[in-house]
């Protein structure tokens, strides 16, 4: 991935969230000579781990107005250079018999002062929009919510950032903050895969590595309060609703439901976790419980549908007081300047905020890191669209294209073009549930920093549909396999994936959910005998 | 877990109860013969999900499916693939019918009209500048040959020949012919009027009878289908209120009312349902309770080779047909093994099926012709077209042969 052999940087950037991706991206493109490192994959944390939720503001318009004016700008940035990775789907605040209609009148207008167009319509119009909605509902109103993919929206961040010079090094993770006379001039990598250490030299050192840039800041002898606030949340197996649906009250827990390309999320619970869990998080019974209850009522039908998987995620904010839900806690962008606030050159970092104002954060820690380093370039990550998002469609509307192909085009946008459907073995298909063909891993393999199937899931969508890897993990290790990878490490590696999709299923293991798990089981340790 | 809110949460969409095992697709005629169909499993529940999100995921592909249900007898979950596949472009598809399509779905209108003047178009229909024409501008293959239409309806020689006598009887059933009975093979009505008559029961016809509409689902006339499908359960309930089970000779006709009503045309029929039946089920249900009892000619010399049809299958009811054949003393029985015969009603009509119609059926026309039998028997009239085209041997439907083989005076002494 790195052909440079450069360990001289203006800036290195900490973590492949969508954060560290969008500040390498807004770097590069103002002319910076950027690393991003990041330990494992992209999205392996709370980037990866959310609604997928392109948030209008609406949410925090009456209780965090400055959260909710920053959501709607950068909600209407995103969709303008992240088209590929949205689905304009607009959201719905209702109101149910035990919420307070009134809350209706305060909500709206606090969304009109954020700048948030916000709809009054009558239930019935709500039913018509969305049938899924909770029919007793006493009222809606209609906002510009959207559904995003968080995980194709680092990747084209990635991307662009390459395509402007970046230097980008995944399972490498900060094992020391170089220090000389008071201030930052590198860091040292470990290779995760081959445990080799390195160092690299930059002017700068910016750590955006969400919860886990509490451990960063301890390296530099630098103390940033986190508040690892864990959210669960709850896949069903498809498309309940075709809108955001949300609570029109003050928020709560699993008061949102999502459709995220072909599944629809809810969530999320809210706890406050110690900070020795974050890399292991459990999730239980009851707040499994909550999230069917409350989903249930969003949308009466959740109750029998089937739930795919559980994930958690942990909130990267920045402690202020003791307040026990985290939820009055703003989501605000911090950004800070560790030269004037302990003392520390060479060192910012940007936390906070929220996976949808990951642009502004970007744009503030670059405009600092500029600062510092005295250039005068302004921002063009408003303006420039994204890859995939960028350039024409590659598309001849008169032509009859393959499910797969539509299905990569929500994926990679434009750069559904890069993708060979030349031959029949490449318009094959790897995984069936979410048409992924062997041309778009390949593409995969080829292009977006796969090196192995919990990599290439992230970049396409294999094994995140119905089998949860049953019938595709072994198809796309074979892929692996001749593309370069040594089989006995895709054995290996198709274990580990195996496991990782099970972990997900386990808390939601009754059901059709418990016998697809079974059979996956039977395939893979009885009939492929792998030792699971 | 205290309130169990995880013990309700059991799905009740039928496409989440898909473990991808794909037995389905082993079982898929089509995707035997042909790699471009995406095959039922990944059609049906697979790109259901997507067509959920975004209905240009729709794939034109899925008219290559034949609506056998073979894929739902073989399902271990109970997934309702086929139903999944049809509604999905009952809901989705853009493609408006051609007119080979709307002709060949309108048996009733089409079976009307070529009754008034069967002798010229059953000439007409076999001359080949004709199936050119056919072929060229309407995609009716050249090869196909049409069933012939009879010059006298079913329900004509009933009204004049049999409808006066019924009401003489103890016992009563209804009947639904179809149109295939009605327009091109009366003989069979006549067959089943002069068995249930011998065991005691008139006959009658409903108040009104349209086509099922199993070949307008299938050419994507939805709306026209629900209409008469509807003319069809108003009639099937009249009879049912006068204590009537309706009996069918056709396994299609049956299946339709009795399944694809409900699933996929909306129509209420859990009230009648169990009203409709073949003919050799309840006539086997009768002779296993004992309330009749049937008698055979003793001349009677027949080796006949059953072939299971996809909707008889997807019934469960094979056993009814093959059971009553195999009462007949003089009667060898040979099972065909159970596979698509590749017609599917109008689907291997049409030019772009043609090939694929014939290839899905090679190896049943191979065990045909390797086993040499008198004839083939079936219950469905459009696998007999099929067999007959492609094998050159005789296909008749059980109640046929039964009507063959009964000894009417001994059977009427046995049931009085």
């Keep these: 991935m790195n052909s440079k052999q450069n360990d001289n940087y203006d800036v290195i950037i900490i973590g492949g969230g969508i954060t560290g991706a969008g500040t390498a991206r807004d770097c590069a493109l103002r002319g910076l000579k950027v690393l991003l490192v990041e330990k494992f994959d992209f999205t392996n944390g709370a980037?990866?781990?959310?609604?997928?939720?392109?948030?209008?503001?609406?949410?925090?318009?009456?209780?965090?107005?400055?959260?909710?004016?920053?959501?709607?700008?950068?909600?209407?940035?995103?969709?303008?250079?992240?088209?590929?990775?949205?689905?304009?789907?607009?959201?719905?605040?209702?109101?149910?018999?035990?919420?307070?209609?009134?809350?209706?009148?305060?909500?709206?207008?606090?969304?009109?002062?954020?700048?948030?167009?916000?709809?009054?319509?009558?239930?019935?119009?709500?039913?018509?929009?969305?049938?899924?909605?909770?029919?007793?509902?006493?009222?809606?109103?209609?906002?510009?919510?959207?559904?995003?993919?968080?995980?194709?929206?680092?990747?084209?961040?990635?991307?662009?950032?390459?395509?402007?010079?970046?230097?980008?090094?995944?399972?490498?993770?900060?094992?020391?903050?170089?220090?000389?006379?008071?201030?930052?001039?590198?860091?040292r990598l470990r290779n995760?895969?081959?445990?080799?250490?390195?160092?690299?030299?930059?002017?700068?050192?910016?750590?955006?590595?969400?919860?886990?840039?509490?451990?960063?800041?301890?390296?530099?002898?630098?103390?940033?309060n986190m508040f690892p606030a864990k959210g669960t949340l709850l896949v069903f197996g498809h498309r309940v609703n075709k809108m955001v649906i949300n609570r029109c009250r003050k928020p709560a827990n699993a008061d949102i439901l999502v459709p995220d390309d072909a599944v629809c999320v809810i969530g999320t619970t809210s706890d406050r976790v110690s900070y020795d869990t974050v890399d292991n998080l459990k999730i239980t019974s009851e707040e499994v419980d909550t999230l069917i209850r409350e989903g249930e009522k969003l949308a009466p039908s959740l109750a029998t549908t089937r739930i795919l998987r559980a994930y958690a995620g942990v909130r990267p904010l920045v402690a202020a007081d003791n307040d026990p839900t985290g939820r009055s806690i703003s989501r605000g962008i911090v950004c800070l300047d560790h030269e004037k606030r302990d003392g520390l050159a060479g060192m910012i970092?940007?936390?906070?905020?929220?996976?949808?104002?990951?642009?502004?954060?970007?744009?503030?820690?670059?405009?600092?890191?500029?600062?510092?380093?005295?250039?005068?370039?302004?921002?063009?990550?408003?303006?420039?669209?994204?890859?995939?998002?960028?350039?024409?469609?590659?598309?001849?509307?008169?032509?009859?294209?393959?499910?797969?192909?539509?299905?990569?085009?929500?994926?990679?946008?434009?750069?559904?073009?890069?993708?060979?459907?030349?031959?029949?073995?490449?318009?094959?298909?790897?995984?069936?549930?979410?048409e992924v063909s062997v041309g778009e891993a390949k593409y995969a393999i080829e292009e977006l920093h796969v090196h192995d199937l919990l990599n290439l899931r992230r970049r396409t969508r294999v094994g995140m549909g119905t089998c949860q890897g049953e019938l595709c993990a072994c198809r796309a290790a074979g892929v692996m396999c001749e593309n370069g990878v040594k089989v006995d490490k895709a054995m290996t590696d198709l274990t580990k994936f195996i496991n990782e999709r099970w972990k997900g299923m386990r808390p939601v293991a009754w059901g059709s959910t418990l016998d697809e798990a079974q059979l996956t089981t039977i395939i893979y340790q009885g009939l492929c005998g792998l030792g699971i | 877990m205290a309130e169990g809110i995880q013990l309700k949460n059991i799905s009740g969409n039928n496409l989440e109860q898909c473990l991808k095992c794909s037995i389905c697709t082993a079982y898929c005629p089509v995707s035997a013969v042909e790699p471009k169909y995406p095959g039922p499993k990944h059609s049906g529940p697979d790109q259901e999900r997507y067509r959920l999100k975004d209905s240009k995921f729709f794939d034109e592909a899925l008219k290559m499916c034949l609506n056998c249900k073979r894929c739902e007898v073989a399902c271990p979950s109970g997934v309702r693939i086929a139903d999944i596949i049809q509604a999905s472009r009952i809901t989705y598809s853009t493609h408006?019918?051609?007119?080979?399509?709307?002709?060949?779905?309108?048996?009733?209108?089409?079976?009307?009209?070529?009754?008034?003047?069967?002798?010229?178009?059953?000439?007409?229909?076999?001359?080949?500048?004709?199936?050119?024409?056919?072929?060229?501008?309407?995609?009716?293959?050249?090869?196909?040959?049409?069933?012939?239409?009879?010059?006298?309806?079913?329900?004509?020689?009933?009204?004049?020949?049999?409808?006066?006598?019924?009401?003489?009887?103890?016992?009563?059933?209804?009947?639904?012919?179809?149109?295939?009975?009605?327009?091109?093979?009366?003989?069979?009505?006549?067959?089943?009027?002069?068995?249930?008559?011998?065991?005691?029961?008139?006959?009658?016809?409903?108040?009104?009878?349209?086509?099922?509409?199993?070949?307008?689902?299938?050419?994507?006339?939805?709306?026209?289908?629900?209409?008469?499908?509807?003319?069809?359960?108003?009639?099937?309930?009249?009879?049912?209120?006068?204590?009537?089970?309706?009996?069918t000779t056709?396994?299609?006709?049956?299946?339709?009312?009795?399944?694809?009503?409900?699933?996929?045309?909306?129509?209420?029929?859990?009230?009648?349902?169990?009203?409709?039946?073949?003919?050799?089920?309840?006539?086997?249900?009768?002779?296993?309770?004992?309330?009749?009892?049937?008698?055979?000619?003793?001349?009677?010399?027949m080796r006949t080779a059953y072939h299971s049809a996809c909707h008889m299958e997807k019934m469960g009811w094979i056993i009814y047909s093959t059971e009553l054949l195999k009462m007949i003393p003089g009667l060898e029985l040979i099972m065909l093994d159970s596979q698509c015969c590749g017609i599917a009603g109008t689907y291997g009509f049409k030019k772009e099926n043609y090939q694929r119609s014939q290839e899905i059926g090679s190896r049943l026309f191979k065990q045909i012709k390797e086993l040499n039998p008198d004839c083939v028997s079936t219950d469905c009239e459009t696998c007999k077209w099929q067999i007959e085209m492609s094998t050159g041997y005789e296909v008749k439907n059980p109640i046929s042969i039964l009507a063959d083989a009964l000894d009417v005076e001994e059977t009427i002494k046995l049931n009085q």
């Design chain 1, 47 to 187: 980037t990866g781990r959310n609604h997928g939720l392109l948030h209008s503001g609406a949410r925090y318009a009456v209780t965090d107005p400055e959260s909710a004016t920053e959501c709607i700008k950068e909600n209407m940035v995103l969709r303008r250079i992240a088209k590929h990775c949205i689905e304009e789907t607009d959201g719905l605040f209702i109101t149910l018999p035990e919420d307070d209609i009134n809350y209706q009148k305060t909500f709206v207008e606090a969304c009109t002062r954020a700048g948030i167009s916000a709809n009054i319509i009558s239930p019935e119009e709500a039913l018509r929009l969305d049938p899924s909605v909770n029919p007793n509902l006493l009222g809606a109103v209609r906002v510009p919510d959207a559904s995003i993919d968080p995980f194709h929206l680092t990747t084209a961040n990635v991307l662009d950032a390459r395509q402007h010079g970046a230097d980008v090094l995944t399972y490498h993770e900060v094992v020391a903050i170089l220090t000389s006379n008071g201030r930052v001039e590198g860091v």
């Design chain 1, 349 to 434: 970092t940007i936390t906070g905020g929220k996976m949808m104002t990951y642009r502004l954060m970007a744009e503030q820690a670059t405009d600092l890191a500029c600062k510092k380093l005295g250039i005068d370039k302004a921002c063009e990550t408003a303006t420039t669209p994204l890859p995939g998002t960028a350039g024409k469609d590659p598309d001849n509307p008169h032509h009859t294209y393959s499910t797969a192909h539509k299905a990569a085009k929500g994926r990679q946008g434009n750069r559904v073009k890069e993708i060979d459907e030349r031959t029949e073995d490449d318009r094959a298909l790897i995984c069936e549930c979410e």
């Design chain 2, 96 to 247: 408006r019918p051609i007119p080979r399509d709307i002709m060949l779905a309108n048996t009733d209108f089409v079976g009307t009209m070529a009754n008034m003047v069967a002798p010229i178009v059953n000439a007409t229909l076999g001359l080949k500048p004709v199936k050119a024409v056919l072929h060229g501008v309407m995609g009716i293959d050249k090869h196909r040959t049409f069933p012939a239409y009879s010059s006298q309806k079913f329900e004509t020689w009933y009204k004049r020949m049999a409808a006066k006598k019924q009401d003489s009887y103890s016992k009563h059933v209804s009947y639904f012919h179809g149109c295939y009975v009605n327009y091109n093979f009366p003989q069979l009505g006549k067959d089943l009027v002069k068995i249930m008559n011998a065991v005691g029961y008139g006959v009658h016809l409903l108040e009104k009878e349209k086509c099922c509409g199993v070949a307008l689902i299938a050419n994507g006339l939805s709306g026209q289908a629900r209409r008469q499908g509807k003319v069809n359960i108003r009639s099937i309930r009249k009879a049912a209120e006068q204590n009537r089970i309706v009996l």
């Design chain 1, 192 to 224: 995760n895969h081959t445990g080799e250490e390195i160092e690299k030299h930059a002017a700068l050192v910016i750590n955006a590595a969400g919860i886990w840039g509490h451990d960063i800041a301890k390296m530099a002898d630098i103390k940033i």
């Design chain 2, 250 to 301: 056709s396994s299609t006709c049956t299946f339709t009312m009795r399944d694809e009503y409900e699933h996929l045309l909306d129509i209420k029929t859990d009230d009648v349902r169990e009203n409709i039946t073949l003919a050799t089920r309840f006539l086997y249900r009768l002779i296993e309770k004992g309330d009749i009892k049937l008698a055979f000619r003793k001349d009677f010399k």
